[in-house]
């Protein structure tokens, strides 16, 4: 019998199936740029083998942000704004909501208010693990400074860092059909 998947073990990078079951377009909490979330699961395959131990995968949720207009921020502007539109064009197309090989001009996206339409959706996706090294809360000193992190937790017997691994999508290839039957 499969174990659950649990942030403890390193998510493979792979190909899955993912449905998104969230979305909503906002502000981004750190920079108040306009941005559309979208909250996937793993639909396909329901399990993997890492490490020579079997993992249920299926449902594991993944969050991915795309920002449509950078407001805020270091550097230029237009230029991050331009390649954010590009990237935001690349997704709509990916879930075949605009034509294939559209431009930010004829795309047909308003940035400012974007129609979505990714909800229930299947797409293939190259999944990777995040490694993320777990972090103590910041001392008074720390927080005087401006330091947001404690230090890097570690392991007291095999002293190392303590990490965590969050399942992040690298690219979104394309639909994919809704035959849960079909060999992966």
Not at 35 to 52: A, C, H, Q, S, Y
Not at 81 to 91: H, M, P, S
Not at 114 to 126: I, Q, Y
């Amino acid at each position: 019998m499969a174990t659950k998947y649990n942030n403890r073990v390193k998510f493979p990078r792979e190909n899955f199936v993912l449905r998104v079951i969230e979305e909503v377009f906002g502000m981004s909490k750190g920079k108040e740029n306009p941005m559309i979330t979208l909250k996937f699961e793993v639909d396909r395959p329901e399990e993997v083998n890492i490490g020579g131990e079997d993992y249920t995968v299926a449902g594991t949720q993944i969050t991915n942000y795309y920002t449509t207009i950078v407001l805020n921020g270091e550097g230029d502007l237009a230029d991050k704004t331009r390649k954010a539109q590009e990237n935001v064009v690349k997704l709509y197309e990916a879930f075949g909501l605009v034509p294939k090989n559209s431009t930010v001009e004829n795309s047909g996206i308003n940035f400012e208010n974007p129609k979505l339409g990714f909800k229930g959706k299947l797409v293939w996706a190259l999944c990777y693990p995040d490694e993320q090294p777990q972090r103590k809360s910041p001392t008074k000193e720390q927080l005087a400074k401006g330091i947001k992190q404690g230090d890097i937790i570690m392991d007291p017997i095999l002293k190392i860092p303590v990490v965590s691994y969050y399942p992040k999508i690298d690219r979104i290839y394309g639909l994919a059909d809704n035959n849960v039957n079909k060999p992966f």
